[in-house]
Nanobody
Framework: QVQPVESGGGLVQAGGSLRLSCVASGNFFSIYTMGWYRQAPGKQRELVAAITTGGSTSFADSVRGRFTISRDNAKKTVYLQMNSLKPDDTAVYYC????????????WGQGTRVTVSS
């Protein structure tokens, strides 16, 4: 099963920005909604943002207005632009398909770690 490859994480001060990228090869990318998820220490994984094949986007309340999501179907890449970062954004970020409840079309990748210092 294909694993996405996430990148772009790092250590940033509160108020800073990061841009995450996820390359997801295989046949699923262009036909499914793609999402960015995150898992903070001791917490369950949560959906942060999603983008449909048509480009419609949705966001968790906690990040709306600060994060944007985009996709490039030709490159099979989904991006997450994160601005005005807060310490609560600290987590490992993953990408996968979305919109199908607990069904995910890719195997979960290694994720990319984001640490926001106060």
């Amino acid at each position: 099963q294909v694993q996405p490859v996430e990148s772009g994480g790092g250590l940033v001060q509160a108020g800073g920005s990061l841009r995450l990228s996820c390359v997801a090869s295989g046949n699923f990318f262009s036909i499914y909604t793609m999402g960015w998820y995150r898992q903070a220490p001791g917490k369950q994984r949560e959906l942060v943002a999603a983008i449909t094949t048509g480009g419609s986007t949705s966001f968790a309340d906690s990040v709306r207005g600060r994060f944007t999501i985009s996709r490039d179907n030709a490159k099979k890449t989904v991006y997450l632009q994160m601005n005005s970062l807060k310490p609560d954004d600290t987590a490992v970020y993953y990408c996968n398909t979305g919109g199908e409840g607990d069904l995910y079309r890719y195997q979960w990748g290694q994720g990319t770690r984001v640490t926001v210092s106060s």
